[in-house]
Nanobody, 117 residues
Framework: QVQLVESGGGLVQAGGSLRLSCAAS????????MGWYRQAPGKQRELVAT???????NYVRAVKGRFTISRDNAINTMFLQMNSLKPEDTAVYYC???????????WGQGTQVTVSS
């Protein structure tokens, strides 16, 4: 079992920055994919960015160039640096963990990001 706890959300003006953190604990396998998803009011949850345990990253087009996903495997923590925030980025952001061995998936409770215009 894996537990994920997000932090770092808040209220920020358009153009501002936030850094989200996701601390993972439990049965962490060396081979995994972690990612950030978000869900805005009235919309489906969507993928924002992923990072594999060996360092490969991918981003949804809407955030490419503004957001940076990173992870510190020594402390089992993933980050999302969010720059040049837009009102369209307003959503609850969720941390996701997926084992590439078992393909089991785990979710955090979410953290609210609100960008005012």
């Amino acid at each position: 079992q894996v537990q994920l706890v997000e932090s770092g959300g808040g209220l920020v003006q358009a153009g501002g920055s936030l850094r989200l953190s996701c601390a993972a604990s439990g049965s962490i396998f060396s081979t995994n994919i972690m990612g950030w998803y978000r869900q805005a009011p009235g919309k489906q949850r969507e993928l924002v960015a992923t990072a594999t345990s060996n360092g490969n990253t991918n981003y949804v087009r809407a955030v490419k160039g503004r957001f940076t996903i990173s992870r510190d495997n020594a402390i089992n923590t993933m980050f999302l640096q969010m720059n040049s925030l837009k009102p369209e980025d307003t959503a609850v952001y969720y941390c996701n963990y997926k084992s590439t061995t078992s393909w089991r998936e785990y979710w955090g409770q979410g953290t609210q990001v609100t960008v005012s215009s």
